[in-house]
């Protein structure tokens, strides 16, 4: 899987940059602006298109393959595009908080739309009992004759798996950023009621635009299997904005939690 994921590296974002150069022109090449619905087809398009050629073109042997996300802003639009089980996410940072305003899903095989499609291709779909623990998998014979598990319906490469019904094709959302930041100002004048109703608060001060911070963060199935997304925000979101940290070192505390994590649960089911 390694060799197919720093292939996909280095080749999906030159593919990508390729082709919204020679599709766009210039004009976005220059200005980076895409604002009509038009535009966002075309890059949708493109987006989607790149992840399936570079799938007929990765290193896979044919048993390799990685997930692939990809968060790209043009002008007022930010694209997410994924593949496979890792996720990514756009959140806002307003006095000193963090908050998730869109996540991209984990492309599980136990999601009715992909068990259907699976299934339909012949391949079959092994669900855990809940009690039990674990997660749901593509069951698979590879070119060797070994029965194999695939974690996720969606992926770059593992072509023995796409034989029985998994997917390169990125799921696309299109976020408006205009949008998203009114939406957030007056947001943080939003209260529930007594009865769970939702109701701006009259005599709340929306908060400044000028003071709403965004940003996007992509991480693996090792990160989000044990940090949850809002810890990962809360983290990343103070490392950029917060007086006397660091987004390196707010990463790197990331990477220690979870791989701690991850180390205490396989101590648990170990008999």
Known sequence: GEIVSEYTVTELPRMVSSKLNST?????????????????EKVTSILVETFLELNKKVPADPTGGCTASIILQLGPSMYFAN???????????????????????EDK???????????????????????????????????YGSMNGLAMSRSIG?????ARGVTSKPLVEVISLPDILADQAIGSCMNIGAMGEMYVDEACIPV????????????????FDFVE????????GDGLFKEGRHP?????????DAASRWYKAKKRVIP
């Open 109 to 143: 095989p136990s999601l009715p739309e992909e068990k259907a499609r699976v299934e339909a291709m012949g391949g079959e779909v092994y669900i855990p009992d809940p009690a039990r623990g674990g997660t749901s998998r593509v069951v698979y014979k590879d070119k």
């Open 158 to 162: 593992d072509w023995d798996a796409q």
């Open 208 to 223: 400044d635009p000028e003071e709403i911070q965004f940003f996007a963060v992509s991480g693996s199935d090792g990160l």
């Open 229 to 236: 997304p809002a810890e990962v925000a809360e983290a990343v």
């Open 24 to 40: 766009l022109g210039s004009e976005c090449k220059a200005t980076g602006e895409t604002s009509d619905d038009g535009e966002k």
């Open 83 to 105: 593949a496979g089980d890792s996720r990514s996410f756009l959140a806002s940072y307003i006095n000193g908080k963090a908050r998730i305003l869109y996540i991209t899903r």
């Open 248 to 256: 390196l070192s707010a990463c790197q505390e990331l990477i220690m």
